[in-house]
């Protein structure tokens, strides 16, 4: 899981570096170059609204004003040879002039779909029909039919390349800013669907950043004015703005939610819903015709800033109330969001600056630098309960393998006592039919005492001195004989007092013999052995095990395939864990035909 992290990480970097030099690349140098005549802005204008007329510095928003009034704006230019005109309009139907000769009309009804009352917001740049000369320019505007204000943007006038360079220069941040988001959230979508499977909660986690990140970049992307001036379809980016800003919220609350375990997460899904279905019907009414999504962004600016706060609520509440790490993890990037969209809807209507959304997409990028911080302990924290819940896992199946070694001694032990006892219960029967058969001096004394030494157990061969592990090889030499495999020891095992070290040396014994024989079994009749030594050599105990194998060892980032079932095996990492447990080692490896394995651990002062 930590490698596999790692190089999804890695490679949503890359991607992120690679749309970065990508967007900088497509200006050009033709585009943004030094040394350009700058273009103008024509500011001071005489507005003419309902036959009066006054001097007004632009850009100027007029209020309260009734839908589809005239305004007209003059203004003296002087063009020169290379010299257009940039206009740009909000939501009204626009003509330009010079020289009372028409040089662009935008808004007509049948240039904008059904659906939209008034037309989305234009950016052009018209050719003057004159130059060299002092020229009167006019615009005439018709205001909105849905809005009760009306925006009037400075023209700008200078050669094409001047005024993309004033455009770029401009805007150029929050453009980039919105094709990194967009990029950002694409390459954050496919991590997501990779890691689903390897870990679903990380996952989902990256999804609906990723989703945050689409939305948050589709809202800048359509609200910019430097996008308007490259894609010029106004109605696809007006519904892109939009929309992006209506459901804003919604991929935030779920990647709170994914991100924080919410000991009550009802309010938090009930917001969710509520700004979704607000977001629905608004486009359903604009479809329909009956309400435009400008008109109904003035709800959302209270919606969003109100669902942030709430956020930010529950977030602090579950923190400190609850005592959550991952809440406490939130506070800061919600509170970047919650203060951001507080300060742009702000500006909305005081106007610190005509860059919309600007100011909250720097929120947003702060907000997603820090969740890239987030995101790491996040992973950091996961990988780390993985590897516990791994690592008891491990033990209790340890446990479990020693639990069955002892098991198999205790079953040795209770047959011996059995036999024993049946011996014994015999033994009196045996010498009742002994003396009858001595006092009648019959000839078949000698052929029954002949049977009963036959049938007296021989005793338990002794191959160390240790009488658990003893027990342990006792049982497998057993396997061994019944099933044709070539058993052969040599052991020095010390008898030691210490009953847990005798219980864990045990368990290794009974896995490497265990293993071997499974080994044993997956091979020709007449190649099977195991030979198996041991001893100790300056306060160090060593095994060594050789058997027949079929080949088949897989060994991936030093834990043990099992050739048993699906997965890592528990055997060999269990010996492993029980030789480093006393400062030793255990190393396995296929040598040709056979199967090596060595086990060293240090017994001073045991």
């Known amino acids: 899981m930590k490698i596999n992290t790692k190089f999804f990480i890695s490679l949503q970097i890359i991607l992120v570096l690679l749309t970065i030099i990508a967007i900088f690349s497509s200006f050009g140098f033709n585009m943004y170059q030094t040394g350009l005549p700058e273009a103008s802005y024509i500011k001071n204008v005489k507005l003419i609204i309902n036959g009066v007329e006054k001097d007004t510095t632009l850009p100027y928003t007029l209020t309260g004003i009734t839908s589809e009034t005239p305004v007209t704006v003059r203004a003296y230019i002087y063009p020169k040879k290379e010299d257009f005109i940039y206009v740009k309009t909000a939501y009204t139907p626009a003509t330009v002039y010079t020289d009372d000769i028409e040089i662009y009309k935008f808004g007509k009804k049948e240039t904008y779909p059904s659906f939209m009352r008034d037309p989305a917001t234009e950016v052009f740049i018209a050719e003057p029909a004159v130059r060299n000369k002092k020229t009167e320019l006019k615009i005439e505007f018709l205001s909105p039919k849905t809005r009760g204000s009306m925006t009037i943007y400075p023209p700008i006038i200078g050669s094409i390349k001047s005024i993309f360079q004033d455009r770029i220069t401009e805007y150029r941040y929050i453009f980039l800013l919105a094709i990194v988001e967009i990029g950002t959230s694409i390459s954050l979508i496919v991590i997501s669907f990779i890691l689903k499977f390897f870990e679903k909660k990380i996952s989902l986690i990256f999804f609906w950043l990723g989703i945050f990140a689409l939305t948050s970049g589709v809202w800048a992307f359509g609200e910019t004015t430097l996008t308007a001036l490259v894609i010029k379809n106004p109605t696809f980016l007006y519904l892109c703005a939009f929309l992006g800003l209506f459901t804003l919220t919604v991929p935030l609350i779920h990647l709170t939610l994914a991100s924080v375990d919410f000991k009550n997460p009802k309010p938090l899904y009930i917001i969710s819903a509520f700004i979704t279905i607000a977001a629905i019907l608004s486009l359903i009414l604009q479809l329909l015709g009956i309400y435009p999504l400008s008109s109904s962004m003035y709800a959302f600016h209270i919606i969003n800033p109100c669902a942030l706060s709430l956020l930010l609520f529950f977030i602090l509440y579950e923190a400190f109330k609850n005592d959550s790490l991952q809440a406490k993890r939130f506070i800061l990037p919600i509170m970047i969001l919650a203060i951001s969209a507080l300060i742009e809807v702000t500006n ?73 006892k049946k011996q014994r219960h015999d033994l009196r029967h045996h010498l009742i039919t002994i003396k009858e058969l001595a006092d009648s001096a019959n000839g078949e004394l000698d052929s029954y005492i002949n049977s009963l030494i036959d049938n007296v157990p021989k005793p338990q061969e002794r191959y160390c001195e240790n009488t658990a592990v003893n027990a342990i090889i006792s049982h497998y030499a057993a396997i061994c004989k019944d099933e044709n495999i070539t058993f052969t020891t040599r052991l020095v095992v010390p008898n030691i007092e210490n009953t847990g070290f005798n219980s864990e040396l045990s368990v ?65 990492s269990s010996i492993q864990s029980v030789a480093r447990k006393y400062h030793g080692d255990a190393k396995f490896e296929g040598k040709g035909e056979y199967f090596q394995s060595s086990v060293y651990m240090s017994i001073e002062g045991i």
Do not use: P, W
Not at 352 to 364: P, V
Not at 534 to 553: A, K, P
Not at 564 to 571: L, N, Q, S, T, Y
């Open 348 to 420: 909305y209507y005081f106007r610190f600056t005509y860059k919309l959304a600007s100011l909250f997409q720097y929120g947003i990028l702060l907000f997603i630098m820090v969740m890239g911080f987030i995101i790491g302990f996040y992973t950091r924290d996961t990988a780390k309960i993985k590897n516990d819940n791994e690592k008891l896992t491990s033990e209790l199946e340890f446990i479990r393998i020693q639990m069955d070694e002892q098991r198999k001694y205790n079953e040795l032990i209770a047959n011996s006592e059995k036999a024993l």
């Open 508 to 572: 290794i014994f009974g896995n490497l013999l265990e293993n071997a024989t499974y080994a044993c079994r997956k091979t020709d009749n007449d190649k099977r052995f195991i030979r198996i030594c041991s001893g100790v050599r300056y306060d160090t105990f060593v095994i060594t095990m050789d058997n027949s194998y079929d080949g088949n060892f897989i060994s991936v980032d030093g834990r043990f395939r099992s050739t048993k079932r699906d997965g890592f095996g528990i055997g060999l």
